[in-house]
């Protein structure tokens, strides 16, 4: 079983940064893909950002890539979602989420565990 907790939403004006963070509970954190997603207000649930196993490989969608970053700590058992340049789009909750195969999955359905999740906003 692994738990979730992310952090690190917060207001914030339209260019500026936040950077997300996931923490996990489990022995086996370093076998599980990890994934950012995102649920605008609403919308359904969307995805962000996913990185592998490895946190050698990620992938974007395309509205966030060159803006965000994905990377992952296993030593922390930590994952990290780096935003900048945040638009107004940009606003949602976003979920943290683990998926005990390795893989860059994009579907929500993909992923065994998440979070509860920590609300993003962007102002104009």
């Known amino acids: 079983q692994v738990q979730l907790v992310e952090s690190g939403g917060g207001l914030v004006q339209a260019g500026g940064s936040l950077r997300l963070s996931c923490a996990a509970t489990g022995p086996t954190f370093s076998t599980y893909a990890m994934g950012w997603f995102r649920q605008p207000p609403g919308k359904e649930r969307e995805f962000v950002a996913v990185v592998s196993w490895s946190r050698s490989r990620s992938y974007y969608t395309d509205s966030v890539k060159g803006r965000f970053t994905i990377s992952g700590d296993n030593a922390k058992n930590t994952v990290y979602l780096q935003m900048n340049s945040l638009k107004p789009e940009d606003t949602a909750v976003y979920y943290c989420?683990?998926?005990?195969?390795?893989?860059?999955?994009?579907?929500?359905?993909?992923?065994?565990?998440w979070g509860q999740g920590t609300q993003v906003t962007v102002s104009s």
């Open positions: 989420a683990a998926r005990r195969r390795n893989g860059l999955e994009f579907t929500a359905g993909g992923y065994d565990y």
